[in-house]
């Protein structure tokens, strides 16, 4: 007896084991998050939707988020090259470190639990992972390191595996969004470096182009390698906001973009067949190519949405209604990520007694969850006391720290105080959202017949 009791002991210690080794962000995943038509599926099977926010500001800041007055006229990679020539490289990334320290911290993944949310989006920069700064002994000073001779950072993915972990203890899945591609994809501030501003220099057929477009590569094909066996990590987000710009400054996802596609797609596929892999689009359903034609397979749609409120804007009902017939004319039958949003009411646009933003918010929701539309809101948190761009508003204001003409303490002490520690809720939109997230139609169940607030 004495021999099948301990037997029974070895059995439990083993399945134990392995159900921990399988346990990803929650005890009852037990498999990778797969696409099945325009459903998601858990690791059990079961159809589900992501709904979160974005850790935006955290490992690329942005001046009118981040409390860094670093302009339009600036991208991380020139704060960080003038960090470096004003305190010494060593110095310059520790201010760095605290920034990141106080950005995002534990309690914001906590945070973002309590709301009944289930993701994070992580937006990171090639800047992150490589030693995009090095000392030019010719010119005696930092500058940006040539993108040919671009490695491996040592601490290269210490913050991105730190968020792996936080979303595992809190039960949350996490989008890894590659924000800022080698040479940039765009152009634009967001992407962290501005240098061509007129698109980047991701998409240039020459040979900085080549290179800037193998070192994207590599670096994914590092990352799916890294946390390939991670079941908390939803999706791969390959490019954020890519797009071959006109002569007006408009970006378009076009076959050059989705070839590109093709080439990280089957990076990635060469060390990870498990992951869904995301394609974003600038900016319609049309600007992407039905899978069938590249042969791609458990991969998801992204698009950002912004009915911005500016003179000559549509009302949201119209801005809306666009975006569904959008979609059911291309029919790409994958599943919907809207990765990027804000909202503000048609009284922005029209005038009082129009639309406020709240019931713009709350029709959105509405909207998003009733047709099985996957979500993540721009942002989980706003350097602003009263803001729908965050989750978190400040509870008072506070000052921007300005890397050019600050003292180093003074640059600490503004970045150290970005701890959501002096965040408050934004309790007006966070109302907005929660009632709706349980009805998140994750079956795609026929709602035709459903007359949604928003589209009225």
């Avoid at 007055?69 to 110095?91: H, V």
């Avoid at 698009?303 to 017939?325: I, P, Q, R």
């Avoid at 909207?367 to 979500?375: A, D, I, K, T």
């Amino acid at each position: 007896m004495r021999k099948y009791v301990a037997l029974a002991l070895v059995v439990a210690v083993i399945f134990a084991a392995v159900a921990i080794g399988f346990a990803g962000c929650d005890r009852a995943r037990v498999d990778f998050v797969k696409t099945d038509g325009e459903n998601l599926l858990d690791g059990s099977g079961k159809p589900f939707g992501l709904t979160g926010t974005n850790l935006g500001g955290w490992l690329v800041q942005e001046s009118w988020l981040s409390p860094t007055d670093i302009g339009r006229e600036y991208g991380q990679i020139d704060m960080l090259i003038e960090l470096a020539n004003r305190f010494g490289k060593e110095d310059a990334e520790k201010l760095i470190a605290a920034y990141e320290d106080n950005w995002v911290t534990e309690k914001d993944f906590e945070f973002v639990k309590s709301l009944g949310m289930n993701c994070v989006r992580l937006p990171f920069t090639y800047m992150n992972i490589y030693d995009a700064v090095q000392y030019d002994e010719t010119a005696g000073e930092y500058k940006r390191t040539p993108f040919e001779d671009l490695a491996l950072r040592d601490d290269a993915f210490d913050r991105i595996d730190w968020a792996v972990e936080m979303c595992k203890k809190y039960g949350l899945y996490i989008i890894l969004d590659l924000h800022g591609a080698v040479g940039s994809q765009n152009g634009n501030d967001h992407s962290g470096d501005i240098s061509v501003p007129s698109g980047g220099q991701l998409w240039r057929d020459d040979e900085i182009g080549e290179i800037c477009r193998q070192k994207t590569k590599d670096l994914w094909v590092e990352v799916a390698a890294r946390y390939k066996d991670e079941r908390c990590v939803a999706f791969f987000d390959l490019l954020n906001e890519p797009g071959i710009k006109d002569a007006n400054g408009t970006q378009t996802t076009d076959k050059v973009v989705w070839d590109y596609f093709d080439e990280l797609y089957k990076a990635i596929r060469s060390v990870d067949k498990n992951h869904a892999v995301c394609m974003e689009s600038c900016w319609e359903a049309a600007n992407l190519p039905d899978p069938a034609q590249y042969g791609w397979e458990n991969v998801i749609y992204q698009y950002h949405h912004y009915n911005w409120a500016s003179e000559g804007s549509m009302s949201n009902s119209m801005f809306y209604n666009l975006k569904l017939a959008t979609l059911a004319i291309a029919d790409r039958g994958v599943p919907t990520f809207v990765g990027e949003f804000n909202v503000w009411g048609d009284d922005a646009r029209f005038g009082e007694g129009s639309q406020t933003d709240e019931q713009a918010w709350k029709g959105v929701i509405e909207l998003y969850c009733g047709m099985g539309w996957n979500f993540t809101t721009w942002n989980f948190k706003h350097a602003a006391t009263n803001s729908s761009w965050g989750l978190l508003n400040l509870k008072e204001d506070h000052r921007q720290a300005n890397f050019l003409t600050d003292e180093y303490e003074q640059i600490k002490q503004a970045w150290e105080e970005g701890n959501s520690a002096n965040y408050r809720e934004n309790e007006w939109l966070t109302a907005c959202i929660k009632p709706y997230l349980s009805q998140f139609n994750a079956t795609h169940a026929d709602v035709s017949d459903r007359e949604f607030d928003i589209l009225l």
